[in-house]
Structures are given as C-alpha cells and as structure tokens.
Nanobody, 124 residues
Framework: QVQLVESGGGLVQAGGSLRLSCLAS????????MAWFRQAPGKEREFVGC????????LYADFTKGRFTISRDNAKNTVYLQMDNLDPEDTAVYYC?????????????????WGQGTQVTVSS
C-alpha cells in the first residue's frame, strides 16, 4: 500500500495555470503507474492522464487537448500535474492514484491507492 497526498489546488481565473503535486509514501513509488483523475459535482470520476514508472510514457484524456502535462520525480516520490489554459469546465476535485496496473488503465476501478483530493476552481 502507498499513501498519497495531493496539494496545489486553488482558485484560478480562466486561462490561468496550476501545478498539482502528489507525494507518495509507504511504498515503492518507482514501481507504480501514477494517474490523475478528477470529479466534478454530480459527475463520475474521470481519467485525466497517467505516467509510466520510468517516465517514458504518458497517456492523456482527450479533453486535456495538450493543456495538461504529467511528470514524476521518482527521487522525490512525487508526481505532478501541470495544467495550463484552464477553463471553468476544469473545475473539479483532482485525485492522484497509484497501482501496479497494465499500461493504459483508465478506469477508477483499476486503481486501489488514492489521495484525498485537492479542489481546483476555475472562474470565468
């Protein structure tokens, strides 16, 4: 089991940027595929993107449209989500997740380690 703690959320104007961080502890961070999900009020949790253990591969949901970038620093046990050109529709609670899953897993059910989430609010 790995424990995950997100940070970096907040209120930003449309067109602005935020960088979320997720610090892992209690497990071998470098083994896990790390993913970001988000959940808006009244909606299901949805996949944002993920990054392979060796940082070589990333996968993003279509809605990110090149605006979001996931990176990780295995020496710091941290994964990041850089979000640029934010839109009010990006308002949600953002969660990081970790698991030893097959590459390309996009369902929340595939991940068994979750952070508590961090709120991102984009104003128009």
């Amino acid at each position: 089991q790995v424990q995950l703690v997100e940070s970096g959320g907040g209120l930003v104007q449309a067109g602005g940027s935020l960088r979320l961080s997720c610090l892992a502890s209690g497990g071998t961070f470098s083994r896990y595929i790390m993913a970001w999900f988000r959940q808006a009020p009244g909606k299901e949790r949805e996949f944002v993107g993920c990054i392979s253990w060796n940082t070589v591969s990333t996968l993003y949901a279509d809605f990110t449209k090149g605006r979001f970038t996931i990176s990780r620093d295995n020496a710091k046990n941290t994964v990041y989500l850089q979000m640029d050109n934010l839109d009010p529709e990006d308002t949600a609670v953002y969660y990081c997740a970790a698991d030893l899953v097959a590459w390309g897993a996009e369902s929340p059910r595939d991940y068994h380690n979750w952070g508590q989430g961090t709120q991102v609010t984009v104003s128009s």
